[in-house]
């Protein structure tokens, strides 16, 4: 395989690689605070991001390298259904618009780092806080094996096999953000966002123009799925309608439970500055709707590959100059970088909180939490990166998409109490328990497939695992709360708390 | 003025109501389109509640 090497996309890629190797280890000194003293420091870059840093942070790390590999390659597999990451990357912002901002404001008043330091704020139950803080280090971890995976991809398309490479850029990867923290994602983070933004845009305008304009990318597509048959095509079947929507909706309530997007709300300066990024993150939406009709142009461009994760690198070596190939493929591998550090922070700072805190040194001082912090994140790594060497590419697959179940059953928790203090927390916590068990146990009797199906007399519907646990966990969260409020009423004292 | 961020929900959420290929507008099915009509008009939508209501008091 070596032999087939691209000599000058390698160049571009390792030189802008280089790059945000020596911006990584810099970012220590940008907007520089104490960084090993404050776990607000190396955890939250100093909780000062204004609305441009934020916003490149955010977008960084919401729409990750994964997500420019496989939304192509769904919706190269089975076409409209895969665009459900439209509507589900929409519908995100008036939510994230109307309880971020209230998020933001108990965590910045009250010190809180994680979700699990709000929930145990605000309900003072270490059950519930360490369910939440489990929940999210769980569900984190495939996800940087994904970015990992996303990485390997773009690394293999210019012709380096063998898993040296992958292990050479998360060493470094770890490395600085061991020493900078969240401040060297924020800043390689401009790199990354303005790499795939020229990506996307030279994309969307030369690959049509070369293929006979959209009218005829849609056709070809609409070809290929006509000639594949089964549940593909360039509109919903309709027993795939309830299936999308909830797939984007139960998507869009669970996108901010993660520790990484909560990370970069928390280290923004203002509620303000979260409400701005609303207005202007959906941006990177019009991107992803753009990145993910590349599937289609695969299409019109007569791309076969083995995995349908090659679909990206394929279509680009196909349609571009190698310098080009090389310098979209390092956007790739950048982009990578910037979650991937980011979900370890997050991870981290979790770990640090609600766990070493809370049950093994209760008394350690804000520089003792930076350091541990700094030596969880650097373990997170190495796990993810085990993960992707040592199993299977399905697992992490299964686990991210398991993931994504688990960390929307943390939503009760983490959002209703912003709202309103009826809830309790033997309550919450026997709902996230109900969530977990009957989403996991639904999922993996289905094949690990993210659809349940209900069947109502003769019409069945089949609807998004997550957002059905979700509601179970609600009604459950409900009936025990009611229960609970019944035999044991609370007391003033702790009712204002 | 809240209720306007509700508009996202109904308008993508309900999916027969714009699972079409036509109309096509610059070669792009309905289905298509419409989506990603959706992306400024709820930048739009956010931005005038955000207008509308009365900003917090906040001393960083």
Sequence with gaps: MSANIDWVALSVFVFFFALVTVMGFFAARWKAGPVNEHLDEWGLGGRQFGVWITWFLVGGDFYTAYTVIAVPALVYAVGAYGFFALPYTIVVYPFVFAVMPLLWKVAHAKGHVTAADVVQGTYNSRGLELAVAVTGIVATMPYIALQLIGMGVVIQAIGITGELPIVAAFVILALYTYSSGLRAPALIAFVKDIMIYIVVLVA??????????????????????????????????????????????????????????????????????????????????????????????????????????????????????????????????????????????????????????SYINPDISHAGEASVAKVASLVVKLGALAFTIFLPTQYALDLQLLGGLWILQTFPALVFGLFTRWFRSEGLLLGWAAGILWGTWTAWSNGLKPLATLSLGDTSYVFYVGLGALILNVVVAVIATAIVSMVSPRSPATAST | MWVLLLLPFVGLLWVPFYNFMEPELFGFPFFYWYQLAWVPITSLLIWLVYRSRTPDDETP
């Design chain 1, 204 to 357: 969307v305008v030369v690959v049509p123009a070369k293929l006979g304009g959209y009218g005829a990318v849609f056709a070809a597509a609409g070809d290929a799925f006509a000639a594949k048959g089964g549940a593909t095509g360039l509109i919903l079947k309709p027993s795939q309608m309830l299936a999308y929507a909830t797939l984007a909706l139960g998507s869009a309530l669970a996108a901010f439970m993660y520790p990484h997007t909560l990370t970069g709300i928390f280290a923004s300066k203002s509620a303000d500055t979260i409400r701005k990024n609303a207005v202007l993150l959906p941006a990177y939406t019009l991107l992803l709707g753009l990145i993910a009709l590349l599937g289609y142009m695969a299409h019109a461009a007569h791309i076969k590959v083995a995995s349908n994760n090659d679909v990206v690198p394929a279509l680009f070596q196909a349609l571009f100059p190698s310098w080009f190939a090389g310098f979209a493929f390092s956007a790739i591998a950048i982009g990578a970088l910037v979650p991937a550090a980011v979900m370890s922070i997050g991870a981290a700072n979790l770990f640090t909180r609600n766990i070493w805190k």
